[in-house]
């Protein structure tokens, strides 16, 4: 069976977030003056929504989660965001598909805005 549509997820499978997003969970951290993760940990912030793992990694009431978020969104938007690098192989594997008519999708739970300006920035639209 050959698909014509094809869906891709951004963090993880198309780019490695790990640098923007580690240092802006740093950055919110240390506004909310909560004890700094390592870098093990850090990891489990990638995938899951920013609020929920606030949460449940921090032990956040939701009111000091979604301040966080806001700390960490203040930092990702500026600088985080273009900390993400493309995977080897990424550009040429989308172009090839692109080229033999396939549909290509990305689905992500960040910010629409941030995930356009990631695939923009990094010549992935």
């Given at each position: 069976?050959?698909?014509?549509?094809?869906?891709?997820?951004?963090?993880?499978t198309?780019?490695?977030?790990?640098?923007?997003?580690?240092?802006?969970?740093?950055?919110?951290?240390?506004?909310?003056?909560?004890?700094?993760l390592?870098?093990?940990?850090?990891?489990?912030?990638?995938?899951?929504?920013?609020?929920?793992?606030?949460?449940?990694?921090?032990?956040?009431?939701?009111?000091?989660?979604?301040?966080?978020?806001?700390?960490?969104?203040?930092?990702?938007?500026?600088?985080?965001?273009?900390?993400?690098?493309?995977?080897a192989?990424?550009?040429e594997?989308?172009?090839?598909?692109?080229?033999?008519?396939?549909?290509?999708?990305?689905a992500?739970?960040?910010?629409?805005?941030?995930?356009?300006?990631?695939?923009?920035?990094?010549?992935?639209?």
């Amino acid at each position: 069976m050959a698909y014509q549509t094809i869906l891709f997820d951004l963090d993880g499978t198309l780019t490695d977030p790990y640098p923007g997003i580690s240092k802006s969970i740093a950055y919110a951290l240390e506004k909310m003056e909560a004890p700094a993760l390592d870098a093990q940990t850090l990891v489990t912030f990638i995938g899951p929504p920013l609020l929920q793992s606030f949460q449940e990694i921090c032990e956040f009431t939701e009111n000091q989660a979604i301040e966080a978020v806001g700390y960490y969104r203040e930092r990702f938007a500026i600088k985080g965001l273009y900390e993400n690098s493309v995977y080897a192989g990424i550009p040429e594997l989308l172009s090839s598909l692109k080229k033999s008519g396939k549909t290509l999708a990305v689905a992500t739970s960040k910010p629409t805005v941030f995930a356009e300006k990631i695939l923009h920035h990094f010549q992935l639209a």
